[in-house]
């Protein structure tokens, strides 16, 4: 079940002045503030809850520009802006436009991310000399930080790739280094396993807004090893995966929808959701590439998330005749994970390892959740994989995922270029500010 939240919980953002940074040293803050240091040196509770609130918030920052980079360039959307000429210039490789390393569509969500993981370091600091609250309080507290603080780290490497990001960014004066996608998925797997053990011990004693029946320990350890499965298939280690899903969320026959959220709301202090636009809007537009209403099957409900225009809209020689349409209120809430990903993470890991039957077993339960037959293609590992690679573009439409599905099977070329000249990008440059 997905709820709204408390909109007077997002009110209390106690460093709230620290979030939004810009150079290189402030990417990652300063942690020799006065603020930070009466945080750090024997926090209250309430003071402890107001690092988690202004965590959760954090994360929603720049969220629209993570979702439009990974859905432009993997050609599941269109970003159509007269005031902002590169979301169909440069994020499409129109011409000689490439990626720029000094351009919000990476300096944004990547400062974004990184403040979130600030305030990761500082609760976990903070939790840890803490006097006001037990060792179990301040395992619930630390295993919360970590999970998000992978979760973000994640995020900014999705983008990045083989350019790398920094781990360690604890000490702002003595930034770690930049590392490879190997040696970040590694660390950030390393990261979520420790968060794990932190909440398998641990007490939850603070308010979460978008972990509706995940905001115990129970439930963050389930959170914390869906996260991990995500990872687990990012580096292959598929046996890997399907353990992290048995402690996890996922279900066979659990609700597609079930699972965290980003959640907003129009109270003071709140934020909307920056990735709803009303249908059939003008001037400032998101449409689904033509592809996907193209190629999707007959009957798949999936094609709501795709809604038909009352006309097509067109901007720099590509044109649209589909609003998207996943978040369809100003508050709707935003998947962090979902059980649907979880079912197909499952199907994935099991056609990797030739458990064809298992993997097809799963399938079906998608396709036949969204309105189509049972599979009845060729039994076979690279079949599988073609399909469960084409249930994932649907089911997780706009959702983040896939661009970074196809990088990982070596199948961006498989991806339509729209007008003669562009590019499709495999990762974006780190930030000049690296």
């Keep these: 079940m997905i709820m709204q939240r408390n909109t007077k919980l997002y009110s209390m953002l106690l460093i709230s002045s620290i979030l939004f940074l810009t150079s290189c040293k402030k990417d990652y803050g300063d942690l020799n503030s006065a603020t930070i240091q009466d945080l750090t040196a024997n926090a209250t509770q309430s003071e402890l809850n107001n690092l988690v609130t202004g965590t959760e918030s954090g994360m929603r920052n720049s969220l629209n520009f993570y979702l439009d980079d990974v859905s432009i360039i993997g050609r599941e959307t269109y970003r159509f802006s007269n005031a902002e000429p ?3 210039l440069d994020l499409l490789g129109a011409n000689s436009s490439t990626l720029s390393g000094s351009n919000f569509y990476i300096t944004d969500p990547w400062s974004a991310r990184y403040s979130v993981v600030k305030n990761c370091n500082i609760l976990i600091q903070a939790a840890g000399n803490s006097t006001f609250i037990s060792d ?6 630390t295993g919360f930080a970590r999970t998000i603080k992978a979760y973000q780290l994640l995020l900014n490497l999705n983008l990045t790739d083989t350019n790398g990001i920094r781990i360690d960014v604890a000490n702002p004066d003595q930034l770690g280094p930049i590392v490879g996608n190997d040696v970040a998925l590694a660390a950030i797997s390393s990261l979520l396993d420790s968060a794990k053990n932190d909440l398998s011990n641990a007490s939850v004693s603070f308010p979460l807004a978008g972990f509706t029946g995940f905001s115990d320990a129970p439930g963050l350890v389930k959170f914390n ?8 298939v990012y580096l292959k280690s598929w046996q890997t995966a399907l353990t992290d899903l048995a402690a996890s969320f996922f279900g066979l026959n659990v609700d597609f929808n079930t699972g965290i959220y980003h959640v907003f709301g129009t109270g003071s202090g709140d934020q909307l959701n920056p990735v709803y636009f009303p249908q059939n809007q003008t001037g400032e537009v998101r449409v689904a590439h033509p ?3 193209a190629n999707i099957q007959t009957n798949d409900d999936r094609i709501n998330k795709a809604t038909l225009r009352s006309s097509p809209v067109s901007l720099s020689n590509l044109t649209s005749n589909r609003d998207v349409w996943v978040y369809t209120t100003s508050t709707a809430p935003v998947g962090i994970i979902r059980n649907e990903e979880l079912i197909l993470i499952y199907a994935e890991a099991n056609i990797q390892l030739n458990n064809l039957a298992e993997g097809t077993k799963a399938i079906n339960i998608i396709r036949n959740g969204h309105g189509l037959p049972n599979y009845s293609g060729a039994s076979t590992q690279p079949a599988l994989i073609t399909e469960m690679l084409n249930q994932r573009r649907y089911s997780l439409f706009f959702e983040g995922h896939r661009w970074i599905d196809l990088r990982r099977y070596n199948l961006l070329n498989t991806l339509p270029i729209d007008r003669p000249g562009d590019d499709i ?3 974006f440059p780190l930030p000049v500010t690296e």
């Design 86 to 88: 590169r979301y169909v």
């Design 136 to 141: 179990a309080q301040k395992k619930g507290y």
């Design 225 to 232: 090893r869906a996260i991990a499965a995500r990872v687990s």
């Design 291 to 293: 592809s996907y209403a």
């Design 425 to 427: 990008w495999t990762e």
